[in-house]
């Protein structure tokens, strides 16, 4: 072992000691009724952090002992296990209770989560008016999710009246904390011009910053920007970029736009195989373009075996999800009994 080697093993060692002595230490604060240390060692517990074993019961239990002394983060962190089962039976109405105690207390962790909570329905009735009065508490408390979804309600009017205006301030706040799902909205308000000055550079420079973050949102949209020079000078290399990381992170919009690239041979070498590919990924969440044009393919064998019972499910599941070309073909389909029926030479986007 070389002295480097050594040295960093010694260091290692140290921390080690020295979180091992830190915890030691909290934990006999945490028994003579420290409510700190006790949420502290909870904390410990629940992470399975500085030296100590991962123990969901033993995370209740000092969350519990610092509840019942009305410490705020351990109402929260004792809420948040029994929403989840974590360390003792699940209980939503127990889970309610501690959160809105730590709420009330001003915790904005237990603001937004009660917000979340409410709104989408988890674990409690669904509750506009509370979810958007708990989530605006946790924005004011500089929460930056919270600010982000408090400028999603007005920009949908969810839980109150629509105000882009408002939007676009809170949205504001929480793109300035580097929240990329806020940056992404604040992109669409400046694109549209929904509560500012219509503004394609600002949003193109807005989605920039959330794509960095990996948001799928933004770089699909950076790809129909450079692609068309839209807000930005067009660069086709970078619009290429920009649509392979969205369709790798999931977008389906992306890997259906990627799936045409390939099939036309534009900007990339065609690959009918590799269309069929990504039209796949985009099929199976449920694109109902991608279904349409992936049945096309399996009607002509293209990229995939033939095989015209998979292009028919295709299709009803396009026609089910709304794409009026699948309904076309599925009704040629009906009245011509697939006799000399060519989906290509009908439109397929």
């Known amino acids: 072992m070389n002295m480097d080697s050594e040295s960093i093993k010694k260091k290692m060692e140290d921390a080690w000691s020295l979180a091992a002595e830190q915890a030691a230490s909290t934990k006999k604060m945490a028994e003579q009724g420290d409510a700190t240390a006790q949420c502290m060692l909870g904390k410990w517990y629940l992470d399975g952090s500085n030296t100590l074993t991962q123990d969901d019961v ?44 730590a709420a009330e207390q001003g915790d904005p962790d237990a603001q937004l989560d009660l917000g979340r909570c409410y709104f989408f329905g988890m674990g409690l009735p669904k509750n506009r008016s509370k979810a958007v009065m708990y989530i605006r508490q946790a924005a004011e408390n500089g929460i930056s999710d919270a600010q982000s979804l408090l400028g999603d309600f007005y920009h949908e009017g969810e839980g109150l009246e629509q105000d882009f205006a408002q939007a676009v301030k809170w949205l504001t706040r929480a793109a300035d904390q580097d929240n990329h799902h806020a940056q992404f909205k604040l992109g669409l308000c400046y694109f549209s011009g929904e509560g500012v000055p219509q503004d394609p550079a600002q949003a193109v420079t807005l989605w920039e910053r959330a794509a960095e973050a990996g948001n799928d949102d933004a770089q699909a949209n950076l790809y129909v920007c450079y692609d068309q020079g839209i807000g930005v000078e067009k660069n086709s290399s970078l619009a290429s970029e920009y649509l392979f990381e969205a369709a790798e992170n999931g977008n389906s919009d992306a890997q259906l736009n990627l799936g045409f690239l390939y099939l036309e041979g534009k900007d990339l070498t065609e690959s009918p195989e590799e269309a069929t590919k990504w039209w796949q990924k985009s099929a199976e969440q449920g694109n109902a373009s991608a279904q349409c044009n992936l049945g096309v393919c399996y009607f002509h064998g293209n990229g995939v075996p033939q095989d015209l019972q998979k292009a028919i499910t295709l299709w009803q599941r396009a026609a089910e999800n709304g794409d009026a070309q699948a309904k076309e073909y599925l009704n040629l389909i009906d009245t011509t009994a697939m006799g000399g029926f060519n989906p290509f030479e009908q439109s397929n986007d």
Not at 67 to 78: I, K, P, S
């Open 58 to 101: 033993e995370a209740v239990k000092w969350f519990h002992k610092a509840a019942e002394q009305e410490y705020a983060v351990a109402q929260y962190w004792l809420g948040v296990c029994l929403h989840q089962g974590r360390g003792v039976e699940q209980n939503f109405i127990e889970a309610e209770r501690y959160l809105s105690l």
